[in-house]
């Protein structure tokens, strides 16, 4: 078997992506790659230093590694793209048109690449948004990331290149305390929660976004890569989610399970790039071509999530 490269593999989905991968392939056949000197997977898997800006970096990556297919996760997420708006250009673009570009020359077999709901924006409908839809975002992020979706469907029409892409929500998971983006004030309630600390959302108690948790985020993104393509009526731009809430739903569902949490509510800018994005998402064409059905709804996705922080943080 060839290899599978994950590019961003430090980040919040691929350190969850990365052991999926190696047990469901085999360890030897998946390499981690980011711009850290290393990861926590880092240590366990093979892992590369490669900056996605990088062309040849890329190109020799997948020659020396034997690469067939590439999971290119690495992205600068909505609220560091704000802080950071060059950055978030030459990584989410340069990076990803890099890999597109070396997926043609060394002839890759498959380019998989999540999206976001961060390509909407204010003029998208708020409710059961469909996969084709206004969308005119707002922040570098999401000008990166819906330009992604146009040239992975570019390269598959010109190129031939089998590029594949979904728009995943707000992901909630207790392996990181995620920092980079506008959903991730869930993660931190959840930590607060656990630890016994107060917590100050950056988002309003009413700012209601589609969401869903990490396990059904991964095993989408596979099931998505591994999908017979002639199934799919898309090809970058499936909408996926589980749910949706607000941080006031989340508390006081969390204080289900942690009755003495404390919420305060002292919203910032990216209360501001929440606003333009949508509350809920019309899923039903994944759920048709490729069969996206999430095992985990809000009251299960807490438990896990708590039973295992208390773990972690013991
Ligand atoms: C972010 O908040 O930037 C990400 C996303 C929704 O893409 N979690």
Partial sequence: MRKILITGACGQIGSELVPYLAKKYGKSNVISSDVSAGCENGSDFEFLDLDVTDFEAIENAIDEHDVDTVYHLAAILSATGEKKPFKAFDVNLVGTNNILRAGIEKGLSRVVIPSTIGVFGPETPRENVPVVTVTRPRTMYGITKVTTEMLGEYYFEKFDLDVRGLRFPGIMSYVREPTAGTTDYSVQMFYHAVRGEPYKCFLRADAYLPMM??????????KLAEADLKNLTRHTDYNVASY???PE???NEIRKEVPGLEVSYEPDYRQEIAETWPAS??????ERDWGFRPEYDLERTVKDMIQNLKVKLA
Avoid: G, I, K, R
């Fill in 249 to 251: 739903e989340l508390y």
């Fill in 244 to 246: 949706s809430f607000s």
């Fill in 213 to 222: 948790y990490m396990p059904d985020a991964v095993s989408s993104l596979v």
């Fill in 281 to 286: 998402l019309d899923t039903t064409l994944a």
